[in-house]
Structure formats: structure tokens, C-alpha cells
């Protein structure tokens, strides 16, 4: 058989979207027939609720792109070796591409893919795509790795990004198709129970509308400095849950920024720094992966956070029960959206973390569940942050008041009122959406009374300060 007659696998993964996909764009430009899969492995089979429900929701748009450039998705199930390697013997494949991931799992299964197919004679090749400067190429001058923010963002906010590259015009079929799967078989979304439908309302996947966000965003980037921390305001990007799979490249993101910061547009620089933060959380995940799992900083292995995920207080902040409204209003939105303002996210992590003194794993592996726009180094890197015992993090004794963030970031409380229906007369439909979509076990209705604060912000504070203090001095 020809060369040019043997097809080239491309491996689908959290990059779900035909521009700017090197791995596609060299398989196209090879001119051999493209079979683009996706494999259900256990990764995927692993993911929370809503990152699950998500994926699916963007496969199903991903089917579709494909479908109008006459290709298609092959979907299989199983260890990703076998199944590429089954698919190598049904398809005579010699080429297998793949976007690279930088997480620890993946990293492992990916390197002995790689081992395995090259020990077959057939050329598996892994390309960029999910970051904007790949995390072994950014360090210090003595070539650490960085482990502050700042100095990492002198070191490439001046950087050349690699312009986007074009979707391929073409995308050459098979003779024969290889069989797939049936995407509604998978029940992506089962775990989403009565949810999904509400969260479903205010979700648009798919790279089409990845960039309609990007451009709607770019229209109000001059409002970005002054609004992106108001929680009642429409200031951030909204681009993290397309970023996160992948429906937009980065790169796109940044020179489509960067542009607008050449005319002169305010926030441009702002924004920029802010997509370097999804950058800087890369890095530290390939350097010192233990970040996802454990203190970044050994010495708060002895904190005495409560690890009790059932304990009463964990299940009322989960149920935004605790009786601070900007904290639940933060928490309520993450459950009919399937997102959370990045200041609420802040205020809700200190919350639990210091007022509760509870454990910022348990808090991580709720937004893990919960989120539409999960990062496995955004989610982990933020929460360390937030705890105090992470990279560049915030010192532990910098404890949110919540009331005051409140006054500060929701000062006519339109974000409260618009997710908290307990207490109002007229609560919004978003307010009553949250009851829609919880568990009936929870028996909860926008009839009940508003609770009672769990903690008294002022001793809840004393509390996680006397902890600290006593830390610092063993």
C-alpha cells in the first residue's frame, strides 16, 4: 500500500475543536486519510459529574463539526493502548497523533504508548496545543522551575506566542470506516441526575461558540480592569470551561487579546496576565505534581484541618446552607451554571479552608464534581492558594471576610439575590433553579427559612489564626 494510502489515527482528547490543532493540522498536510478517535478510558470514566455531563455535551458538537467536513469521530472504550492498537490492526494506520497532556496520569499513559507503538514499527507522535509555552521551557535563570507567579510572568509576558494555525480545509476518509461506539450509550451525563437539564440552560460547547465568547469578550475588554471582580457584573472572559476542553486553543485567545492591546483596548494586558495564571498552574503540575494531591508545602502536613467529608458543616457549605449569602450564592451558582465567579471561588475556598477550618481537598474534589470548567492544575493550584499551603500562595493569616467581600464586590447584592431564593418575596428563576436541580434527598425549598451562620465570621477567624500560630511555633 502506498504511503500516502495508510491513514493517520489523531487522538482526540481534551482538545476537542479542527483550528489551531497542530496534531490535525500535520496529519492533514500529510494528505493520507484521517481517522480522528476519542477513547473512553479510565481517565474520562474517573471525572466529577459535571466535567462528564460537559464533555459530552462538547463531543456531541464535536461530531457534528467533523460531520460537515465529511469525517467522523471514532469512539471507543478500554485501556487507550489496546484500543489504538486494535484500531492500528483494523485500519493499517502507521501514524497515531495526539495533543500532549502534562498531568501525571497522563503522562505515564501517554509515555508508554509511545514505547509500545514505536517498539511495533509505527510512529506515535505527541504535539502542542493545550498551553502557550510548554512547561519545560519556562524557567528561571538557573533553570528551576518557577515557583512565583511574578518573575514567571516577566520571564514570557514579552514572549513570542506561535501565531494560530488554520483548520484544515480538507480532511481525508478512510476507504472503510472502523466501527465506534454510540456516544448516547456512554451516558456521559447520568451521573448529572436531574441536574443536567438546568445546568444544560446556560451551557453553549462546541469551538463555534468558544468563539462567539471570545469575540463578545473582546468587544467589552475595555470594562475588564473594572469589572472582572463584581460579582453582579458580566466581566470575566467566560472562556475557562473551552479552554478546559480544549474548544479554543490559547493561543487563539492570547494573539486575539494581544491585538486588541495593540489599539490601545484596556484590560488587554490585564486579561493576558490572567490566562499566564492557567499557565503558571501548568507548570507547577508538571514540576512538582504532588500538587494535586497533597500540600505543596510539606510543613502544613501537621495542619489540623478537619478531613471529615460527612461532618455536618461539610454538607451544609456543599448545600450552600451556611448561612452567609455571598458564600452561598457562590456555591448555588456553581450548581445551576456548572460555574462559579472567580471571586466567589476565592471567598468560598477561604470559607471553608479558615472559617471552617476544613480541609482544601475536600473543597477541591466538590468543584471537581461540580464544575463544567474543571482544570486539574487551575483547581488544584487555586485551592492551595486560597489554603495558604500552595506555591505563591496567599499567606494563610489573609482571611476573606465575607461580609466585607460582600460590600466590596456585591454592593446592591444583585449576585446574592440572584442565586439565594430563601428570604425574598419574588425569588428569580435562577434563585428557584438551584431546587431543581439538587438531589430530592436533600430536602430543601426556596420556602425554608434562611439559616443561621454556622460560625461567627469574627471567631471563626480568631479560631484559624490561633491554629496558624500554633503551627509556627512548633
Same mark, same amino acid.
Given at each position: 500500500m502506498p504511503d500516502e494510502q495508510y491513514p493517520i489515527i489523531v487522538w482526540f482528547r481534551r482538545d476537542l475543536r479542527l483550528s489551531d490543532h497542530p496534531a490535525l493540522f500535520a496529519a492533514a498536510?500529510?494528505?493520507?486519510?484521517? @481517522?480522528?478517535?476519542? @477513547?473512553?478510558?479510565?481517565?474520562?470514566?474517573?471525572?466529577? *459529574?459535571?466535567?462528564?455531563?460537559?464533555?459530552?455535551?462538547?463531543? %456531541?458538537?464535536?461530531?457534528?463539526? &467533523?460531520k460537515s467536513r465529511s469525517s467522523r469521530i471514532v469512539l471507543r472504550s478500554g485501556n487507550a493502548l489496546d484500543v489504538l492498537q486494535q484500531l492500528v490492526r483494523e485500519t493499517g494506520a502507521r501514524n497515531v497523533y495526539w495533543t500532549r497532556a502534562y498531568d501525571p496520569e497522563a503522562i505515564e499513559r501517554d509515555t508508554r504508548?509511545? @514505547?509500545?507503538?514505536?517498539?511495533?514499527?509505527?510512529?506515535?507522535?505527541?504535539?502542542? =496545543?493545550?498551553?502557550?509555552?510548554?512547561?519545560?521551557?519556562?524557567? #528561571? /535563570?538557573?533553570?528551576?522551575?518557577?515557583?512565583?507567579?511574578?518573575?514567571?510572568? /516577566? *520571564?514570557?509576558? /514579552?514572549?513570542?506566542?506561535?501565531?494560530?494555525?488554520p483548520a484544515p480545509s480538507l480532511l481525508p476518509a478512510p476507504q472503510k470506516w472502523p466501527a465506534s461506539e454510540n456516544l448516547e450509550n456512554w451516558k456521559l451525563g447520568h451521573e448529572m441526575v436531574r441536574g443536567g437539564s438546568v445546568v444544560d440552560r446556560h451551557v453553549?460547547?462546541? %469551538?463555534?461558540?468558544?468563539?462567539? !465568547?471570545?469575540?463578545?469578550?473582546?468587544?467589552?475588554?475595555?470594562?475588564?480592569? *473594572?469589572?472582572?471582580?463584581?460579582?453582579?457584573e458580566m466581566g470575566t472572559s467566560r472562556l475557562s470551561e473551552y479552554l478546559a476542553l480544549g474548544e479554543i486553543s490559547p493561543r487563539k485567545v492570547w494573539h486575539r487579546v494581544q491585538n486588541a492591546s495593540l489599539v490601545g483596548t484596556l484590560g488587554a494586558d490585564v486579561f493576558l496576565r490572567q490566562? *499566564?495564571? /492557567?499557565?503558571?498552574?501548568?507548570?507547577? +503540575?508538571? !514540576?512538582?505534581?504532588?500538587?494535586l494531591?497533597?500540600?505543596?508545602?510539606?510543613?502544613w502536613t501537621s495542619f489540623p484541618w478537619s478531613t471529615d467529608a460527612g461532618h455536618p458543616v461539610v454538607s451544609a457549605w456543599r448545600r450552600g446552607? #451556611? =448561612?452567609?449569602?455571598?458564600?452561598?450564592? =457562590?456555591?448555588?451558582?456553581?450548581?445551576? #451554571?456548572?460555574? +462559579?465567579?472567580?471571586?466567589?471561588?476565592?471567598?468560598?475556598?477561604?470559607?471553608? #479552608?479558615?472559617? &471552617?477550618?476544613?480541609?482544601?481537598?475536600? =473543597? +477541591?474534589?466538590?468543584?471537581?464534581?461540580?464544575?463544567?470548567?474543571?482544570?486539574?492544575?487551575?483547581?488544584?493550584?487555586?485551592?492551595?492558594?486560597v489554603a495558604g499551603s500552595g506555591p505563591d500562595a496567599s499567606p494563610f493569616f489573609r482571611i476573606f471576610n465575607p461580609q466585607r467581600q460582600a460590600e466590596k464586590f456585591d454592593p446592591s447584592g444583585s449576585y446574592v439575590q440572584r442565586w439565594v431564593a430563601e428570604g425574598q418575596k419574588n425569588p428569580p428563576e435562577t434563585a428557584l433553579a438551584y431546587f431543581d436541580a439538587i438531589p430530592l434527598s436533600w430536602g430543601m425549598s426556596p420556602a425554608d427559612n434562611y439559616p443561621h451562620p454556622m460560625v461567627n465570621l469574627k471567631e471563626g477567624r480568631l479560631r484559624a489564626l490561633d491554629a496558624y500560630q500554633r503551627r509556627e511555633t512548633h
Open positions: 498536510q500529510a494528505a493520507q486519510p484521517i @481517522i480522528p478517535v476519542f @477513547i473512553r478510558d479510565a481517565s474520562v470514566d474517573r471525572l466529577g *459529574a459535571a466535567p462528564k455531563w460537559r464533555l459530552g455535551r462538547g463531543l %456531541e458538537v464535536f461530531q457534528r463539526s &467533523l504508548i509511545k @514505547i509500545e507503538l514505536s517498539r511495533q514499527n509505527l510512529i506515535p507522535k505527541s504535539f502542542d =496545543g493545550h498551553l502557550l509555552f510548554e512547561p519545560w521551557t519556562v524557567a #528561571t /535563570r538557573s533553570g528551576q522551575p518557577f515557583r512565583v507567579f511574578t518573575p514567571m510572568w /516577566r *520571564a514570557v509576558h /514579552r514572549r513570542e506566542v506561535s501565531e494560530p494555525l453553549q460547547p462546541g %469551538e463555534a461558540a468558544a468563539q462567539a !465568547h471570545l469575540d463578545a469578550f473582546v468587544d467589552r475588554l475595555d470594562l475588564y480592569s *473594572a469589572r472582572r471582580d463584581q460579582l453582579g490566562l *499566564a495564571w /492557567r499557565e503558571f498552574a501548568y507548570q507547577l +503540575m508538571f !514540576h512538582t505534581p504532588h500538587l494531591s497533597s500540600n505543596w508545602k510539606s510543613e446552607r #451556611t =448561612g452567609v449569602p455571598v458564600v452561598d450564592a =457562590g456555591l448555588r451558582q456553581m450548581y445551576v #451554571t456548572g460555574r +462559579m465567579h472567580n471571586r466567589a471561588r476565592m471567598i468560598v475556598a477561604s470559607y471553608l #479552608t479558615k472559617h &471552617l477550618m476544613t480541609h482544601w481537598r475536600l =473543597g +477541591m474534589d466538590w468543584f471537581a464534581d461540580c464544575l463544567v470548567d474543571w482544570d486539574p492544575a487551575s483547581n488544584a493550584m487555586g485551592w492551595q492558594w
